[in-house]
């Protein structure tokens, strides 16, 4: 069964990744939340997308540069307005930017993870972050970044976490997929548009090898429904409702 991770939350629908939008999209039945951290000046991992508060809050700079109370201070729904919003209206609601702990604990049981580092310096502790977390023993997690090094890292620090090497857009899926093979990355995650129109072929390679492929972000019913057929592993996507209803009951 293809397996539906909201992307940040579901980034079309809710601030992205605020506590809000992880309830909101547990509650619309996905497989799995996918989230993005950084490192604090203070050294604890900030869940958020951006190296910088500007685009999805009312503050400014560089997380890596703030201590994690300082960040707190940021309104993270300030900025946030769908196409049909009159105005802002999750500003001023008490949104804060969370850290990967707190999602941790709130998290609950048979709900997936998916933890994007976007900074190399975070992960060591990921690793020791989940460490001793319950969606860890179960399988329920994977850590994924676009950066080699950062995957190969968790690797070493801990064998038994599920990594994926994702790849940025237009770079060859099958010299990425010989390479995750080799190096014990179970899972390769390229753009959606470079699957094509046909990613069989590829889905079968990557079988081959016992690797899983899944995809970001794939925010149209009708191509989301295509790529479940083919038995794509998982994709993310902005619109979790609109996933769910195209996927049918989890």
Not at 10 to 16: D, H, Q, S, T, V
Not at 80 to 104: M, N
């Amino acid at each position: 069964m293809t397996r539906l991770a909201a992307h940040r939350g579901g980034a079309r629908l809710w601030p992205e990744n605020s506590l809000r939008a992880f309830r909101e999209s547990l509650a619309l039945g996905v497989d799995l939340l996918e989230l993005d951290v950084h490192l604090t000046a203070d050294g604890q991992l900030a869940v958020i997308h951006d190296e910088t508060l500007e685009r999805t809050t009312d503050h400014t700079g560089r997380i890596a540069d703030q201590t994690m109370d300082q960040i707190r201070e940021a309104d993270a729904g300030a900025t946030f307005s769908r196409p049909d919003d009159s105005g802002f209206p999750f500003a001023d609601r008490g949104l804060r930017v969370p850290t990967l702990p707190e999602v941790l604990e709130w998290l609950p049981d048979a709900l997936g993870l998916v933890i994007e580092i976007k900074a190399r310096a975070a992960a060591d502790a990921v690793v020791a972050a989940v460490a001793t977390h319950p969606v860890l023993a179960s399988a329920r997690l994977s850590v994924i970044s676009f950066d080699e090094a950062t995957i190969e890292r968790v690797r070493e620090l801990n064998p038994d976490i599920r990594t994926g090497y994702l790849l940025v857009p237009t770079q060859p899926i099958e010299p990425a997929l010989v390479w995750a093979t080799e190096h014990g990355h179970l899972g390769v995650h390229p753009w959606e548009g470079d699957l094509g129109i046909d990613p069989l072929p590829l889905l079968a390679e990557a079988h081959a090898y016992g690797r899983e492929v899944g995809c970001y972000v794939v925010n149209d019913p009708e191509r989301m429904k295509h790529l479940a057929a083919l038995g794509l592993w998982g994709f993310v996507t902005d619109v979790p409702d609109i996933a769910r209803a195209a996927l049918g009951p989890a």
